[in-house]
Nanobody, 122 residues
Framework: QVQLVESGGGLVQPGGSLRLSCAAS????????MRWYRQAPGKQRELVAA???????NYADSVKGRFTISRDNAKNTVYLQMNSLKPEDTAVYYC????????????????WGQGTQVTVSS
C-alpha cells in the first residue's frame, strides 16, 4: 500500500509564509507527477501546482510568483513553499501523486493525501 502524508499547515497572518511537505511511503517503485491541490469551503478542489519526475513545474495563475513547488526524489517528498499568503489562500491543501508500486510496476495509479489546513488570517 501507498500513503501520502502532508504536514506543515497552520494559521498564518496575511503576508506570511508556510512550507508544506508531503511524504510518500510504502512499496513504491516510481513516482511520476506530484501535485498540490486545495479546496476552500464551498468551492471545488483546484490544482495549485504540479511537478514532473524531471522537475518541470506549473502553477495556477493565482499563486504564480508566490508559491514554489519542489521535490526530493530520494525522499519521495514534495514541498510547497508559500510566500506572501493572502486570506483567499485559506483552504485544505491536498497532496496528489501518480505512483507505480513494486508489485504492479506497469500500473500507474493516482493517490491522495488526507489534507492539511492552511488558514490565513489576522
Amino acid at each position: 500500500q501507498v500513503q501520502l502524508v502532508e504536514s506543515g499547515g497552520g494559521l498564518v497572518q496575511p503576508g506570511g509564509s508556510l512550507r508544506l511537505s508531503c511524504a510518500a511511503s510504502g512499496s513504491i517503485f516510481s513516482i511520476n507527477h506530484m501535485r498540490w491541490y486545495r479546496q476552500a469551503p464551498g468551492k471545488q478542489r483546484e490544482l495549485v501546482a504540479a511537478t514532473s519526475s524531471g522537475g518541470s513545474t506549473n502553477y495556477a495563475d493565482s499563486v504564480k510568483g508566490r508559491f514554489t513547488i519542489s521535490r526530493d526524489n530520494a525522499k519521495n517528498t514534495v514541498y510547497l513553499q508559500m510566500n506572501s499568503l493572502k486570506p483567499e489562500d485559506t483552504a485544505v491543501y491536498y497532496c496528489n501523486a501518480d505512483i507505480t508500486t513494486v508489485g504492479e510496476r506497469w500500473a500507474l495509479k493516482n493517490y491522495w493525501g488526507q489534507g492539511t489546513q492552511v488558514t490565513v488570517s489576522s
